[in-house]
């Protein structure tokens, strides 16, 4: 069919590439190269492939679509737009603006049809790779031979940059590994980026990598719309390994002077250029955010087909639901996001008695219980298992069936119960900290799953870009890290945290929880899985520490405060000195304490396992554990004391360390650099002294 | 030629197995699995391959040795002792104990011989191809037809978690891309990780991968010292391609219990399964730290050899400083890391009449003048010299010669003056901003060059687990951050940094800069060359500032001491008031200061551009800057409040934002999130307010 603007396929692509134009001109801000030379393949997408109902963004059953070049955005909002999403034309025209539904890049949560927060480049290819996980092991999950609730597919736009990144390699070769044959990426290969054309610096054979790591790979035209149709059949066809389509598209493609240059990347074209471009698409030169009627038909098939396929979807839901009711009420609690009831009765309660015990080992305890009451907790560690003790037992490693050596599933060699096909809930994420980190986002965004990844406290470095985006996103997922100081010892000032903790706490919307024994790593696990909006860290021990007296000691449930008053000399007076810490150093605090009280000292153990919580309590409940008239305060962590000031104040002293670690015998390192019971009484005597001068 | 114990390669490679297990099992800690398995091809490397010098290690033209998988320490240290290095018996005893010369993982500046700090996955290699890139661009500036000054390999070790990780991926596309032909990797391919079999995660075609980059591959047993051999023959060969030789191996070789086992990488064997391994290599049972006279005669001809070859080297080295005497003491000081005489006499000096400059386009006018007068000054951005301002002009790119586009090499469309083959100054990282990092450590850490890399703030978060080791190994590197606050604007939450300044801040040895003008800009740049043993980072705006105006402010000079008064209300007398702040927030303070002047309220205005330079200072300084007994004093700075109140107080107060940004004009932005005159004066009165009730 043709119009007078040109075939329907190309009124339909001018549409979204003048809108997404003019959305950048207007607000003189943005990058309308990409989505000039991508809307081709957007178009065939979303109108001959994706199953989505826009009238409902959060159908669990809907194809996710991950825009992993972010800055692209003013494309996806077109998408999103002509499609009817709840994203209107005062919406393009606010492009950038304060308060807008359309923000720079894409945000979850801001933008109904987004389904997770990209930008910086990597991390949603990333996302994607989870998004495709946690559908699998819904899939295999929940789904019975005559009942498919869960049956989609990820599909992906990923630009030059993202596919340069680590975070994106790491994610690729896990995929291929796992054979996600339900995930499918168009790669935008329009070989320019920011600075240069990709010859420059991108010479590799993409699609030769990502051979390599096991995935179907087609090159194409990505401006041929039959080219692309054919291609996206194709990889739907293949079940059995993820797709990169590898489309050779042209950047500002229609921009006479712009077309293939770098220049059409990240700026306007400018109003000149933009009539000039609109007169090579043969569209009106002085039209601004133009829909012709046309696409707005054609468009509006698209909707009515999602909405039939969305109630279609419902109608099984409720049959299931008839014929499976006690699974289809898992099911549904999942996708709610909510927790069985009574999930946490049989969390363990540990008395000294227990003995000693290793906060990551207490999270060990504290997982066996959650993977029998939870079922929708999922989760692994980067290789680190057997260090971080985060494995599931006997809830089987999620691997795809197609793996076969021998006719059995390759084992691992932990305990996670044998392999179990994509149901399995112990996930081998390699050594690969950082797309764990993105992946973990995606499957939370997805729904349905409660994530968790682990790893050593130092290597959460290597996630810190994912976590940020899961922070902004506020994805619901938990990362275990355990090894959490000095005190990892011999391995070194490379595996020695220091600074880690400081830099979580810096970040927005992170929780950090680092608990003082076993009873407080409980509560700590409970907090993780009750908080919704954002992440939750918790921040485990190598070694071993005692199991608090909660006799004579505040009981854990303090924890949910993030600070409490453990012990306090004279209980109802005020107390001549605060000993705050915090994990392994808070029975460092109570021997102090202890001691002090020897010599007639008045001293408060404040346990403080995370400041985060603690910051969200009342003004009045934080001074009644810091109260503001006793300045005489000593904080002991073993690790970097930046911000410490703000509970100690500049009257306090900070036992920490400001320095790298060194390889020596755990207890040595920490003896060497202070954390002794005679250092923490030596510096609290300091503290009185100068307290003491300063109000006699 | 045979002896009791075997061949001599049998003696002197189970001499370093042995040495290598017995030092674990003495420290009772460490990873005996990587040594047992990877010794045959690290003793052919080391006897037949590599050049080197034991008694002089930091020989310049060395080859290179890089251990990625640091974790196999034990064997680095056991290949420094047999061949001469000063790492004694002792030593190999003290494995892992504090203040010994052998570390947990090898460990720069601690072990002569010690190219690198290495144990994180992937940075070894990431550091490799920099130490690669670094040979290259000397190679290409230094050598003359008749003088081959530079002209030596970088060789790796490198494990399956290393190639796992993204870092080591972005490294090796950009190997590829670069032709690096001199770097060779032995991929010690044992196909066991921490917890697993490799085939659970990482059944990708690795060797298929590196040939996608553009790499030489080869596939070989390496438990056979002739196809090592012979690999390593063949990589030397091929001048066109980096190499990499997929060395098939065992863990824990000869342990009959352990060996192909996980349970051989990281634990010490156990006493008699070091009998039984010991055995098995027909070693004497009861030996320790064994190492037999014919591996001692073995050992002591490679270290004549490579005496010799340092001795030859020398002497041309003599003879190159008589032809070429003008580039010979060029050289010598690059090697040296010396600075030029003179070389900061032309860095500008700017007055207000200048106008308003961004300090990104500051530090484009010190990068000019430097780029002339420190010859050896290298370096580039991940794809942003646009926006980071950072090329250095007319300097040429860095690239391989042989990579020809119609007899012309690709150029950029930057300004960059065209290819000048490797001995271009400008890197083109790409979209990789971890590998970046890695790489310019190993450039520092060759010697010759000082290399920079420049990104945008936000992503600092990418490059995270590289600086922290180039922090830990005194790395001379300078990291150019731009765009560096809220003040981004449109492009929203993803690009707009929060908590990665304090983030920065909390990393010991990692000195931060953020300029309050383009003279202070010009002042980081210079510190910035200086300053030789860690990171330098600077942190500049995108927004334009304005020149502060010096002739009635204190000078720029100031910047040196990391924070210094640049205006006082009554200067001699105390003031009511100071108000701390950093970059462009410094000039919004002097607003504020000259408004509370005309309602009569003294303040003084602090310019802090670094945190870690004003610690640095002595007491009595830091207290002439912020008097003790001022306690009213308010911090503003567009970035997380996090760990202000150690300048502050608790008396004081903190303009900040503890949460993420958003998309709008950057001004905007910066107004909704009260970085204004009227809400710093605001906070101001407030603390007065609240001090005032405090003495009253």
């Excluded at 002509?82 to 492009?95: A, I």
């Excluded at 933008?111 to 991390?123: E, M, N």
């Amino acid at each position: 069919m043709t119009t007078p603007l040109g075939s329907i396929d190309d009124v339909c692509i001018n549409t979204l590439r003048t809108l997404s134009i003019d959305a950048v001109e207007r607000a003189n801000s943005g990058h309308p190269g990409l989505p000039m030379g991508a809307a081709p393949m957007a178009y065939v997408l979303w109108t001959r492939h994706m199953r989505y109902d826009p009238t409902n963004p959060e159908w669990s059953n809907r194809d996710r679509f991950v825009l992993s070049a972010g800055h692209g955005s003013a494309l996806l909002y077109s998408l999103l737009h002509v499609t009817g999403y709840d994203v209107t034309f005062e919406d393009l025209q606010h492009f950038r603006q304060w308060g807008s539904k359309t923000p720079g890049h894409p945000e979850r949560g801001v933008t109904p049809g987004v389904d997770v927060t990209t930008g910086p480049l990597g991390q949603g290819f990333g996302n994607a790779v989870g998004l495709a996980m946690a559908e699998r092991w819904l899939a295999a999950t929940f789904n019975r031979p005559d009942h498919a609730l869960v049956d989609h597919y990820t599909y992906v736009i990923a630009s030059d940059g993202d596919l340069m990144e680590g975070v994106c390699a790491e994610a690729a070769s896990l995929a291929g590994d796992l054979r996600l044959g339900k995930l499918i990426v168009l790669y935008d290969a329009n070989q320019i980026t920011l600075s240069a054309t990709t010859n420059v610096t991108f010479s590799e054979d993409v699609g030769a990598r990502f051979a390599a790591y096991g995935w179907q790979v087609q090159e194409i035209d990505g401006m041929d719309v039959a080219a692309v149709d054919a291609a996206l059949t194709a990889a739907r066809a293949d079940d059995a390994h993820p797709s990169l389509i590898v489309a050779r598209t042209h950047i500002g493609f229609g921009s006479p002077n712009k077309v293939d240059s770098f220049h059409a990347h990240g700026e306007p074209l400018g109003k000149n250029e933009v009539m000039l471009t609109k007169r090579a698409y043969g569209w009106p030169e002085d039209s601004h955010f133009l829909v012709p009627e046309e696409a707005k038909r054609e468009f509006a098939k698209v909707r009515a087909n999602g909405e039939r396929l969305e109630r279609e979807w419902q109608s099984e839901m409720n049959s299931y639901r008839a014929a499976y009711p006690e699974i289809a009420r898992d099911f549904d609690r999942a996708l709610a996001a909510e927790l069985p009831p009574k999930w946490d009765a049989k969390l363990p309660v540990f008395t000294p008695k227990d003995g000693d015990m290793a906060t990551r080992d207490a999270g060990a305890k504290a997982i066996e219980v959650i993977a029998e009451s939870v079922p929708n907790l999922v989760g692994g560690s980067a290789d680190l298992d057997p260090s971080t003790r985060t494995m599931m037992k006997a809830k089987g490693d999620f691997q795809s069936a197609l793996v076969l050596e021998g006719g059995q599933l390759p084992q691992t060699q932990g305990a996670a119960g044998g392999a179990w096909g994509y149901a399995g809930r112990n996930i081998h994420f390699g050594i690969r900290e950082h797309a764990m980190t993105a992946i973990l986002t995606g499957m939370a965004h997805h729904g349905g799953v409660i994530p968790y990844g682990a790893t050593f406290l130092v290597f959460s470095d290597y996630m810190r870009p994912s976590i940020r985006l899961a922070a902004l996103s506020d994805a619901h997922v938990i990362y275990v890290w355990t090894h959490d100081s000095l005190a990892v010892g011999e391995d070194g000032p490379t595996h020695q945290p220091v600074e880690q903790i400081a830099s979580l706490r810096a970040m927005p919307n992170m929780t950090l929880i680092r608990p003082a024994d076993a009873n407080e790593t409980i509560e700590a696990w409970r907090i993780a899985l009750e908080h919704r909006n954002g992440p939750v860290g918790l921040v485990l021990t190598r070694q071993k520490l005692p199991i608090l007296n909660r006799a004579t000691l505040a009981p854990a449930s303090g924890t949910a405060r993030g600070a409490y008053v453990l012990t306090d000399a004279s209980p109802g007076a005020l107390p001549e000195l605060i000993l705050i810490a915090t994990g392994s150093e808070v029975s460092l605090a109570l021997s102090a304490h202890e001691q002090l009280g020897s010599e007639g000292i008045r001293s408060r153990v404040v346990s403080m396992p995370s400041w985060e919580l603690f910051e969200a309590e009342s003004n009045e409940y934080r001074d009644s554990v810091l109260p503001p008239t006793v300045s005489a305060r000593v904080s002991v962590e073993a690790a970097s004391p930046f911000g410490w000031e703000r509970y100690v104040g500049l009257a306090g002293s900070i036992i920490g360390v400001n320095h790298f670690g060194a390889s020596a015998p755990g207890p040595e390192v920490l003896r060497r650099y202070g954390f002794t019971v005679e250092h923490v009484i030596a510096t609290a005597r300091a503290v009185l002294a100068r307290a003491g001068k300063g109000t006699s």
